[in-house]
């Protein structure tokens, strides 16, 4: 299974932009990257996937390098309610049915503290 | 509003007991998964199944056991072989092939 490395925490600003950064050497050409973040105490809630190309939705952007090594999450301007855990995920790869398992492995993720 | 329970929410066992989460989805997903996490860890793969009546192990499958009768449900089973069963677990689904995962709230098994 392909892996990720984030940084362990991040702090931030209220109001500000935040970059999460990913790195993935290892992703395989039919690995999409995704994004979570989850509360304590909560489920993970998804926030962004994509393959290629640049993303944005209404919760982020995702910022794909142009090698797919590496990605960025960019949350726009982080207020209190984005203090989380995030975490940067690759789908699996092809599984059982001939196509991918959709299993999605978690690494540790990166702590946001978002400071008023 | 379609949705994923689990239930339920905090959950008491005495250690050697067989103990089942309940997991149940309106989301017409295909797969489900089932995860745990450990305190200040990441989550952690315990089964999958992608269709009824089939399923695969994940990464710690030891000491749990699923099944999948039907596409709305997938309970997991905290059997007595499974040697540090507290925990936070997690369910999740999705469409085979889609990108987006749902997860539920969470069950928090503490066996004493």
């Known amino acids: 299974d392909a892996k990720t490395t984030q940084p362990n925490s991040m702090e931030s600003n209220e109001e500000e932009p935040v970059h999460l950064p990913c790195n993935h050497s290892?992703?395989?050409?039919?690995?999409?990257i995704h994004w979570y973040r989850q509360l304590p105490s909560q489920g993970p809630e998804y926030v962004i996937h994509g393959l290629t190309s640049n993303v944005n939705n209404r919760m982020a952007s995702l910022a794909i390098a142009e090698d797919r090594k590496s990605s960025t999450l960019i949350l726009h301007r982080a207020t209190l309610r984005d203090a989380a855990v995030y975490y940067c995920?690759?789908?699996?790869?092809?599984?059982?049915?001939?196509?991918?398992?959709?299993?999605?492995?978690f690494g540790t993720g990166t702590l946001l503290a978002v400071q008023p | 509003d379609g949705g994923i329970t689990q239930s339920p929410k905090y959950l008491f066992r005495k250690e050697g007991q067989n103990v089942t989460l309940s997991c149940e989805q309106n989301?017409?997903?295909?797969?489900m998964y089932w995860y745990r996490q450990d305190p200040g860890q990441g989550l952690r793969l315990i089964y999958y199944?992608?269709?009824?009546?089939?399923?695969q192990k994940g990464d710690i499958a030891e000491g749990y056991s699923v099944s999948r009768e039907k596409k709305e449900s997938f309970p997991l089973t905290v059997t007595s072989a499974q040697k540090n069963p507290t925990a936070f677990y997690l369910c999740?689904?999705?469409?085979?092939?889609?990108?987006?995962?749902?997860f539920g709230s969470g069950t928090r098994l503490t066996v004493v």
């Open positions: 199944s992608q269709i009824v009546n089939d399923f």
């Open positions: 989301l017409n997903h295909d797969a």
């Open positions: 995920i690759l789908r699996d790869g092809p599984g059982v049915y001939g196509g991918a398992t959709n299993k999605l492995i």
């Open positions: 999740a689904s999705s469409m085979r092939d889609a990108a987006g995962y749902t």
């Open positions: 290892t992703i395989s050409g039919t690995d999409y």
